[in-house]
């Protein structure tokens, strides 16, 4: 992921209604995203009300509940929050290609967008600055769900 991000445009969220589905493994680090990203909703409007939060065992389990979620239809935009943090094997990188994989699918057969908030690093160190350091990915996700959101409406409406 880039260090350059794009500068958000100022969009009001309040019309909008959004899920978030985070994986409770590498809890302190995932905590850390949803915090920013609720943060960052909530400061373009959204009500807290609006923002559906969804806990699942880990990562892998994420898919499947934002596909329920998508099949739902009445999200304008959903979030998945997750960390994989290399080890001495490169399962995270696996799991990391399955999530997005499966995520993207959701996304196009359900006509819903999906924020692919899943965190894979190498290492702690690398965690840390992009969840609750000096790089927020959270505030990022929420800038990217409500420009999808915005979107969504622009193109038709909810999922």
């Not at 100022?10 to 899920?19: A, M, N, S």
């Not at 905590?31 to 892998?60: Q, Y």
């Not at 239809?73 to 998945?80: F, H, K, N, T, V």
């Not at 499966?102 to 190498?122: E, F, M, W």
Request: with cysteine.
């Amino acid at each position: 992921m880039s260090l350059s991000a794009p500068k958000p445009a100022v969009i009001d969220g309040t019309p909008f209604r959004l899920g978030v589905v985070a994986a409770c493994f590498n809890a302190g680090l995932v905590d850390g995203l949803l915090a920013r990203v609720t943060d960052g909703l909530e400061a373009a409007g959204v009500k807290a009300g609006r923002i559906d939060v969804h806990r699942v065992p880990g990562s892998h389990e994420v898919p499947w509940a934002i596909a329920r979620l998508a099949a739902r239809g009445r999200y304008d935009c959903l979030i998945a929050l997750g960390v994989l943090i290399g080890g001495d094997t490169n399962h995270h990188e696996m799991v990391g290609q399955s999530v997005s994989h499966a995520l993207q699918r959701v996304a196009v057969d359900r006509g819903v967008p999906v924020i692919n908030g899943v965190i894979v690093t190498d290492n702690l160190a690398q965690a840390r600055a992009r969840c609750t350091g000096r790089i927020n990915r959270g505030a990022e996700f929420a800038h990217a769900a409500l420009a999808m959101a915005d979107l969504n409406h622009r193109l038709g409406g909810k999922s």
